[in-house]
Structures are given as C-alpha cells and as structure tokens.
C-alpha cells in the first residue's frame, strides 16, 4: 500500500472524472486507490481493471479506466451480483466474461476507448502468462477460456505466441466450447441471457477442473496447480462474504448486515475445542530465555534511529478527537441562551445573550496488535517485534491504551481432535481440526515498560506454527469491544499476517476454503461494527483486497522508523478517525 500524497490524492481526482465521463455515472469516484459507485466500494471487478494496474510498467491506464467506465454503463449490478456463481474460480469466470461482454459492446465512434480496452485486456494477458500464471492446468484452462471468449466477441486476435500456448487445451475443449461461444456472441447485448450461456462455460471448467483433482488428489498437487489462479489473480470471490451484495448493499440496515453475516459466521464449527489454550506468552518461557530475548530486542531497538517525541505527537494527535465539555455562557453571538429570553424580547442589542459549547481534545482510543504466529511468519519475527515494542511504546506515551495478542496452534498437521476424527471413521466436513493456541503479549491494563518481557516473547521461534485467522480475528476483536475505557471510544484492531490461513489437517478434510472463507466474512463482520476500525498489515496478495485499509510493510529490519512514519502516513491519509468515529 502507497502512502497518499498530495499528488496522488489530484490523480485520483482526474482518473475518477475520467470514468464519469464516459459511464455518465456521476456518483463514481477514487479514494485510496479503491473504486467507489454511489458510495459503496466496488472490489468485485474484473482483474485486469484492479486499479493497482494503473501504475504497473505493463498496463494500459486508460484502458483500465475506460474499461471500469464500461461495466458501470453497460452491466446492470445487481442484477450480476444476484447471478454471480459462488466460489473462487466459478465467480472469477463469471466476473472476466461479464466485462469482456461490456467492453465488446464499445461504442464504434469510440475509437480511442476501443483500442485502450483491447490493449490493456492483451496486456494482462501477457502479464499473467509471463509471471508463471498458466504454468498450471487451471491457470491455462482460464487463460485459454478468457481469450477464446474475448476473440469471439471482439472479432480480434491475440498476439501469435498466446495463440500458440493456448492452442492445445482450446482444441480440447472445442466440441463442447463452440456452441457456446456462438451463444455469448449472439446474447452479448442481453446481460440475462448471456449470463446463462457464462454459466455453461463456468459448468464446463469446473468439470475439467473436478476431473484433474480427481486423477491428482493430493493436496500438494492442487496447490500446486492451483497456484495460477489463487497467487498470480487478484481476486476476492463477492459470495465470501467481503464483497457480497447483502452485506455492503445500501437496501440493508446495519443489524440486518449484522444478522446474515452471524449467520454466515455461524455455519463454522469446531470438531473439538477441548484441547485450545489461551495463555501470557511470556509464561510458557524460561526466565532465562525471556532475558536473552529481551536482550536481543533492546539491541535491536537501539539500531534504529527513531525519532521518539515526534512520532508520539503525531500518533496522539491521530487518535484524539474533540470532546465536548460544558457550555461558555454570556458569548456575544453563536448559540441563544434560552435562560436570557426575556432579555431578547427587552433588550436584543444588549450581549452577551448567548452561548456555546467548548470542547477539548481527548485521547479516547484503544488498538489491539494482533499478530499471525504461523510458521511463515517466523523469518520476519526480529521485525515484528521491534516494531511492535515500539508502536507500543509510542502510542502508550501518548496515552492510548493497547493490547498485544497473537495466534498459531499448538500442534502441526493436526493435533489430538484430528486424531480423533481418524479414529471416529473420518466422517465428511468435520470443523477444524487443530489445537488453537492464542497468546497474550500485553493487555490493555499492563503499561508498555511492564509489558517488554511479553512482547520479547515474540521471538520465541517455537510458538510459531499453523494459523487459523478467522477465530484469532473474532477473539480480538470481542477482547477490543469488551474491554472497560472511555465511553464511545474507538476502536482500532491492526491484523499482522502475510496471507491465508494454513492448518493442513483443517484444509484437508473441509475443503481448500473453509478457512479462508471463515476469515472474510470475520473481516466482513468486524468491518460492522460500531466505533471500530480493521486494517490489514503486511497481508499476502491474495487477501490484501479483502481489507478496506491496509498499512504497508518493509522486510528489511533497519529500516523500522521509515515504517512507523509511513503507518502514521497511511493512517493519516485515509482520514480514519473522522471517517469512522467522528
């Protein structure tokens, strides 16, 4: 994620006019590099007009914003959303045929716009084929099935080499595809119609897909082989419930969002929660250990050359707001001081008939670090520490209550309960299937310098294991809310991980997205939440879509003040205190 500046902020303005123009829909707009159409954001889009791609070297600006100004034109939403197919690479399909169908229906005497779609949809392409995403049979299956639609429909061809390395699978799949495609070409003016022929293209993949799990079942295999699509595609399914219609639409009321994403929250279950422990991380460490490492911290917080007074300035100011106290009587004008109304009526030039209200600025926050302990998180876990001891230690001395937490498991591959469903016959869909450990590195009651051992707890390398996200997510969260402070303060939760939960035995046994999917209607809930704020930190590529706000994040371990500067950036620019808590 980019720090907003003053020029982008002026370049989001001029690609968002750009897009009215052409879609005549006044409502659309860019704020923080994220889409917005009459007010909800729009991430659901078609990958090769993501607005990350306006600064990639390979892509085609206008074409991604005449393609965006397109779909708004011509694709009635909600009528795609209602026919949308669940899962990921089913909605994907469905999503890339709906915006080839909206850019081939271009206007003639939009000459220039025609040949920006076509070069940028071909750019793509050829970036996706060139970063290793059809080195997969599923990869190459979408990339044959997008550009045999999109030369259909455009009546162009693609470039010689794509045709060479899509040729074999779309002479496999040509009996069954031809029909099809003549069907698309003749129901592209019609978005129902050619919605049910997408959907035969999408049954079609889907069981060449079922197909090659059944003769590769393992599950080393089909990450492998689906690595094209879940890595190399950025792509939040909209039925997973970050995205979903019923949970960002405008018809809805906040309690009426709230009720169908418990209910979605609700379909998760747990084989066995007996063995989960919740424990201070810093008690499951030897004394002398808990030393060393905080040794190791204090070192390595003594590199950095952080401006500390500054900095703390800067995050109260961010986490303060203007409290109102009490009334200021006998003002000259602003507010009429009802107590002086026979005054008004006998004397109204005489002053001091009014008053108003003086506020103060308050401190009225409180943020939870919560940080992913998975296995893949433990080359970074210097970093983590360091920076989180000193965010810390800045926002408690400018009087911002924190908490610390983390999560992992405490067993690889499946702890006892996976041993039990084996013994119990290994019946379908059994819930997750892992011991759940939480750590607590610092509670909100417990001061920063009281707390350092705990953070240094970090660095222990065998707390880190597997991750299961989605219930982490929610215990912070409902620590966040419950914990007793000021009245109405605010709340801000920072999730540090570096992509999609991973418990093998849980996968394994419950489907590639049982996780995941848990994990983005969490975020879907928490981002309902009153007086609260979620951001993601550091999240993979998969999931960084599925946060509203993100905060960037530098691997190299001496660069940690360059880091807390640009956090306070990135909160600043997003305006998030006014936005959410005012």
Known sequence: MQTQTHQDFEQQQQYGAMIRSLSGETSAQIRDWQLFHKSVPLDSIAPHLNLDNLKASWAYPRGVLDGIALRLRYSNANLHASLTPEGMIESLIFEVLEQIRVESNCPDELKGSQQNIQMQFIAWMQQFISSGGAEGSVGLLLVTIFSTVWMKLNSQPIPQLMQDIVEATRAGIAENMGPLLVKLKVTRNNQESYAQTAHEVIKLASGLIAEEYRNNPSIRTKRKNQSSTHLKIEWVPPHAGIIAADFKSPAHSSSEKLRLLKKSLDKYHIYNSSYDTEAEAKKKIRSAQLAIYQDQLNSEIGKQNIPWAKLIRIYQQLFSSKQPKNWQTTEAEV???????????????????????????????KVTLLIDCSGSMKEQRVKIATCVDSLVRILDQAGIKTEVLGYSTSTWQGGRPFKEWRKN??????????????????????????????????????????????EALIWAAERLKNTGSLRNSSNTLILFSDGCPMDRATIEA??????????????????????????GCGI???????????????????????????????????????????
């Open 335 to 365: 507010v009429l001081d009802r107590r002086y109304l026979t005054r008004a009526a006998t004397s109204p030039l005489q002053p001091a008939l009014y008053k108003q209200l003086v506020g103060s600025n308050m401190v009225n926050s």
């Open 510 to 535: 419950n489907g590639e997205e049982f996780l995941k999917d848990h994990l983005l209607q969490t975020i879907a809930w928490c981002e309902q939440q009153p007086n609260f704020q979620l951001w």
């Open 425 to 470: 016959g290994q019946p379908p869909n059994p819930g997750r299937l892992n011991e759940r450990a939480h750590w607590i590195f610092k509670d909100f009651d417990t001061s920063w310098r009281r707390s350092r051992a705990g953070i240094a707890a970090l660095l222990r390398p065998e707390i880190y294991a597997e991750s299961i996200d989605g």
């Open 540 to 582: 993979g590529s998969e999931l960084r879509p599925a946060f509203q706000h993100r905060l960037s994040w530098d691997e190299d371990p001496n660069n940690v003040a360059n880091t807390l500067k640009n956090w306070a950036s990135e909160f600043r620019a997003s305006s998030f205190i006014n936005k959410k808590y005012s």
